[in-house]
């Protein structure tokens, strides 16, 4: 399905990042990021641009060539990883960041990533997550129509359930991110850390 949506000349979510990203990627500590289902690169390459070494995984090999592409053009280098969330290792305390931008999953594959996100964080990572809450459903301006794969707050407490959230918000703003994200949307926004234990 993703290698025919990608499948286009243009940039079907653009070529700018992602609105929560581009105001918040400071707290994300500078080194390693691994950006998940990052689709045609985006946010990769804008992370790129600010000095992080960035690591894109998605499933989609269309996506994924057009990242490249967008990077040339921006004169950054990235890695892209061709994978299925359902298989990839994340690792562990390997990422000073991780970033979900409208990566959604269903939500027993999502709940089984997003432990391994907690995992995978280095002490003091942090994970930076903008998606669909179940209320998109109400405004049909982008995002899955399926409820299992839209977030809510107490679901992601729950998933996440290791981190520190600094930043856990329902919100409801203007989305404009290519053609297939486009008008009034409910999104739920996270920025939350992996404690330092001593």
């Not at 998940?36 to 070494?53: D, P, T």
């Not at 990839?88 to 305390?93: P, V, Y």
């Not at 003091?124 to 209320?135: H, I, K, N, S, T």
């Not at 301006?141 to 981190?163: C, F, R, V, W, Y």
Request: some cysteine; overall charge negative.
């Amino acid at each position: 399905m993703w290698n025919q949506r990608f499948d286009a000349d243009h940039y079907i979510y653009g070529t700018e990042p992602n609105d929560f990203l581009r105001h918040h990627f400071q707290t994300i500590p500078k080194g390693n990021v691994l950006c998940l289902a990052e689709g045609e690169g985006r946010n990769a390459v804008f992370l790129a641009q600010q000095g992080y070494q960035v690591t894109a995984v998605d499933s989609s090999d269309v996506g994924l060539e057009k990242a490249q592409r967008l990077a040339k053009e921006r004169n950054v280098s990235i890695t892209t990883i061709h994978a299925d969330l359902a298989d990839f290792d994340l690792g562990t305390a390997q990422w000073d960041g991780i970033v979900s931008i409208f990566g959604h999953l269903p939500s027993q594959l999502r709940a089984k990533v997003y432990q391994q996100v907690v995992n995978a964080l280095k002490p003091d990572g942090v994970l930076l997550l903008e998606g669909y809450a179940v209320a998109q459903l109400n405004y049909q301006t982008g995002g899955p129509k399926d409820e299992d794969m839209l977030l809510s707050i107490n679901a992601l407490q729950q998933e996440l359930h290791g981190l520190n959230f600094s930043h856990l918000a329902e919100v409801e703003r203007e989305v404009l991110e290519g053609t297939l994200h486009t008008g009034t949307a409910a999104v739920i926004q996270v920025i939350a850390n992996r404690p330092v234990t001593n």
